[in-house]
């Protein structure tokens, strides 16, 4: 059984060690690590040696493919189980399930000795009909409906010649149609050229018009683009679309169709022989009626499960640039949530995030009380020596940017600079149980500005208080599996705030619950021991904290940074189990650890092999000098922010060739989405992002980028604005918009994404004429979703 068990995970290894770009003896080496409760940031930081420096990419994608291949193989065991409890297990089938490697393949080879319902064939074979089939299927010379007589048998349910041969056919096609083979052959087949044709379902077009760029569509199931393929499916789960799977161009090209390999597989060919035709109308019913909405169903949920993968990327990719967009720092900071009839509401966090004042002032419609807000804050500010105003790109955000403006230019002498940022997740922030817990007493509006004043001093500490998914920075979050997504921006935002460190003396639960190793248990006594026993001094201090033992210890000891507390080295990144290297370096040295801190020039004349012993090797002494260097280093760029253009206020300001300063607000497979000040996101179309082909809008732009756009086209009835990088882009000729040239050049992305942003939806036909090219998709709700 060990014997068992150790090939079982040597093949694990080797499988996944190829598909990582490792060796066999690394993926071993990470998977023991990872089932003895390692974190993959502890592994991909302080296990270097262990695992021969795989990274934490590698390391994600070692794990989410365990886990894969160990379900794989439980199924495996399971099936293997039930067919030898049948009697029916071979050894050339054992041998076919044991090297069968994806969940597809093993379930086709199962399919025939599943257990199911009495079907048309077991009937067939329980009435002797079975030597009727393999008798016409070995000589077709023979005429079917003379053979069937004399399988005719009234008391076995056999009437007459015609219901024998319509039993031997339904034995055929259950044969052919679970033949794991053939079934294997069709589906690749099927996947390479397939193609995918919707058309909008009677009495559908008005109710989903939304989707009118797919009412007829086809497209290369192989080759659609991610964020078109869910939009079709989400199309058909509204019922608006109908989705089929057809051979496509290989149909035309007159090649052998599903049918015809059927055919070919069995044997079977029309040479004028008696029962070449009911032989071939057994496999023209083996497609149609087994085989062909069995790959259908198989293929569209590959093609899904693909699709899935690829949104859950985009929204992680884009989540990691937030979370690791600029902090502003310890600055005293003035939050403004933005609003009209209710008023903006108003929040002072001082240095270290502590809430200070909270006002509610009516600037706007209806109340229009503008000079008295202005002496408001005016007064807040001074009370609190605030330096940064920070402003929610909500809803009259622009009125309230106009008013801080003006607060500015009242108070030169404090030197105000403001900035507005994202409020995605705000609102759900207000609301939840960790906001009423952390202000039970404030009112729930006025807990939104205090999120948007702290994430502007740290964005990463103030956004893992949000569920990810609510963040909004997805493409087509919703129509993915929860538990996917929610899995994957779990990992994104562990490893971004383990990038980071988290100083244990300020954090807050939240943000210690995603600290390597530290559950949301551990992370709330720290904080209570914390509160018990004021601030800590060392990080040894950490084990008197109660469930916090040995191994949790080790886990996050190295992510936590205490300023100014006993031992230098508490402050930095290297981890407490290597100190003893840091002591051999400082005993040849004869200095202290405070003196050889930020020494360049004497850090990087150290030979790394001189220090290195049985647990540490070079690549870990390498990463302690370069620590030594520029200790609790931050990796987050420098704060920076964009300055939005005066007199620009709405999408009504636009005006076809300005030029403007914006923020990258999100990224999608299509382009990427610009927040310029307007209440409205501007796209920059995939193919208008840069001088070159870009395959991957994430190769040139991330959000949170600060970028100088030229505007293209505007359309303020439906609120679509086309943005481009490229400044010496001419917007489109006027005249009918049917005319205008598209906007995007040079790229083939272009010609099948104009609408993908039309609707929370997606896509265009490739064959759609330029309408709206220039716009090709700025709209209201794609933020979030697509």
Same mark, same amino acid.
């Given at each position: 059984m060990q014997d068992t068990s150790s090939k079982l995970a040597l093949h694990i290894a080797r499988t996944i060690a190829a598909e990582i770009g490792a060796d066999t003896s690394q993926a071993l080496s990470a998977i023991t690590l990872l089932d003895e409760g390692a974190t993959v940031p502890f592994i991909a930081r302080y296990r270097k040696e262990v695992t021969g420096g795989l990274d934490d990419t590698q390391l994600r994608n070692l794990e989410s493919r365990l886990g894969y291949l160990r379900e794989l193989e439980d199924r495996r065991a399971a099936v293997l189980a039930s067919i030898e409890e049948q009697g029916k297990l071979s050894d050339e089938l054992r041998a076919d399930i044991e090297a069968a490697d994806s969940k597809s393949r093993l379930e086709d080879l199962y399919l025939p000795y599943k257990q199911k319902r009495r079907t048309k064939a077991q009937i067939a074979r329980e009435a002797g009909l079975e030597p009727l089939a393999d008798s016409l299927l070995a000589d077709p010379q023979q005429v079917p409906e003379t053979v069937a007589q004399s399988y005719v048998d009234a008391d076995k349910g056999v009437a007459d010649a015609k219901?024998?041969?319509?039993?031997?056919?339904?034995?055929?096609?259950?044969?052919?149609?679970?033949?794991?083979? *053939?079934?294997?052959?069709?589906?690749? =087949?099927?996947?390479?050229?397939?193609?995918?044709?919707?058309?909008?379902? +009677?009495? /559908?077009?008005?109710?989903?018009?939304?989707? $009118?760029?797919? #009412?007829? !569509?086809?497209?290369?199931?192989?080759?659609?683009? +991610?964020?078109?393929?869910?939009? *079709? #499916?989400?199309? $058909?789960?509204?019922? &608006? *679309?109908?989705?089929?799977?057809?051979?496509? +161009?290989? %149909?035309?090209?007159?090649?052998?169709?599903?049918?015809?390999?059927?055919?070919?597989?069995?044997?079977? +060919?029309?040479?004028?022989?008696?029962?070449?035709? =009911?032989?071939?109308? %057994?496999?023209?019913?083996?497609?149609?009626?087994?085989? !062909?909405?069995?790959?259908? *169903?198989?293929? #569209?949920?590959?093609?899904?499960?693909?699709?899935?993968?690829?949104?859950?990327?985009?929204?992680?990719?884009?989540? /990691?640039?937030?979370?690791?967009? %600029?902090?502003?720092?310890?600055?005293?900071?003035?939050?403004?949530?933005?609003?009209? $009839?209710?008023?903006?509401?108003?929040?002072?966090?001082?240095?270290?995030?502590?809430?200070?004042?909270?006002?509610? &002032?009516?600037?706007h419609e209806p109340r229009r009380q503008w000079d008295q807000s202005l002496q408001v804050l005016n007064r807040l500010c001074v009370a609190h020596q605030v330096q940064l105003i920070a402003i929610g790109n909500g809803t009259a955000s622009r009125e309230t940017d106009k008013l801080a403006g003006d607060l500015i230019k009242l108070a030169p002498q404090l030197k105000l600079q403001k900035v507005v940022v994202s409020e995605a997740g705000a609102s759900v922030y207000s609301a939840s149980e960790f906001a009423a817990r952390e202000f039970p007493d404030l009112d729930v509006s006025l807990r939104g500005a205090v999120s948007i004043a702290r994430r502007l001093q740290d964005p990463l500490a103030e956004l893992v208080k949000i569920e990810p998914k609510a963040i909004g920075v997805g493409q087509y979050q919703h129509d993915v599996d929860g538990f996917r997504l929610a899995r994957a921006l779990d990992a994104r935002v562990e490893d971004c705030v383990n990038a980071v460190g988290v100083d244990v003396n300020t954090a807050s639960a939240a943000l210690l619950t995603r600290v390597s190793g530290l559950s949301a248990s551990v992370a709330d006594n720290i904080v209570r021991f914390r509160d018990q026993h004021g601030a800590f001094r060392s990080r040894k201090a950490l084990l008197e904290v109660p469930r916090l033992g040995e191994k949790t210890f080790e886990q996050c000891a190295g992510f936590l940074r205490i300023a100014d507390g006993d031992h230098p080295l508490d402050a930095s990144s290297v981890h407490p189990e290597a100190y003893p290297v840091v002591e051999r370096i400082l005993a040849g040295s004869q200095r202290d650890v405070k003196q050889i801190i930020g020494d360049t020039s004497f850090l990087r004349a150290i030979k790394p092999e001189q220090y290195t012993d049985d647990k540490f090797g070079v690549p870990t002494i390498r990463d302690i000098l370069k620590e030594l260097e520029k200790p609790g280093r931050d990796p987050r760029p420098e704060f920076k922010a964009a300055r939005f253009a005066d007199g620009v206020e709405d999408i009504k300001d636009l005006r076809e060739g300005m030029i403007l300063e914006g923020v990258i607000s999100n990224v999608a497979a299509f382009g990427a989405f610009v927040d310029i000040g307007v209440h409205q996101d501007g796209l920059i179309h995939i193919s208008a992002l840069a001088d070159r082909y870009v395959k991957d809008p994430r190769e040139v732009v991330k959000a949170g980028d600060i970028v100088k756009v030229k505007v293209l086209e505007v359309d303020v009835a439906r609120k679509r604005i086309a943005l481009t990088r490229r400044l010496d882009d001419a917007p489109p000729a006027a005249g009918p918009r049917e005319d205008r040239a598209p906007a995007g050049r040079g790229n083939p992305a272009a010609r099948g994404d104009r609408a993908d942003a039309r609707r929370s939806g997606g896509p265009a036909k490739p064959s759609a004429a330029p309408a709206d090219s220039a716009l090709a998709a700025a709209f209201a709700r794609a933020k979030g979703q697509g």
């Open positions: 219901a024998a041969l319509d039993g031997a056919r339904a034995i055929l096609m259950e044969r052919w149609g679970e033949d794991a083979s *053939l079934v294997g052959e069709l589906r690749n =087949w099927l996947g390479e050229v397939g193609v995918i044709r919707a058309r909008v379902a +009677s009495g /559908k077009k008005t109710e989903g018009a939304k989707y $009118r760029d797919y #009412f007829d !569509h086809a497209e290369n199931l192989a080759r659609i683009p +991610s964020h078109r393929l869910l939009a *079709l #499916f989400r199309a $058909r789960r509204e019922e &608006i *679309l109908h989705l089929d799977l057809d051979p496509g +161009s290989d %149909a035309e090209a007159g090649h052998l169709q599903g049918e015809g390999r059927v055919a070919v597989h069995a044997g079977i +060919s029309a040479q004028g022989r008696p029962a070449d035709k =009911w032989l071939l109308d %057994a496999c023209r019913l083996t497609w149609r009626a087994k085989l !062909h909405m069995h790959l259908l *169903l198989d293929l #569209f949920s590959q093609a899904r499960e693909k699709a899935e993968a690829e949104a859950i990327a985009v929204f992680g990719d884009n989540l /990691k640039d937030l979370l690791l967009a %600029a902090p502003a720092g310890p600055r005293a900071v003035l939050g403004l949530d933005p609003g009209l $009839r209710t008023g903006v509401k108003v929040a002072v966090v001082d240095a270290t995030g502590k809430l200070l004042a909270t006002e509610t &002032i009516y600037p």
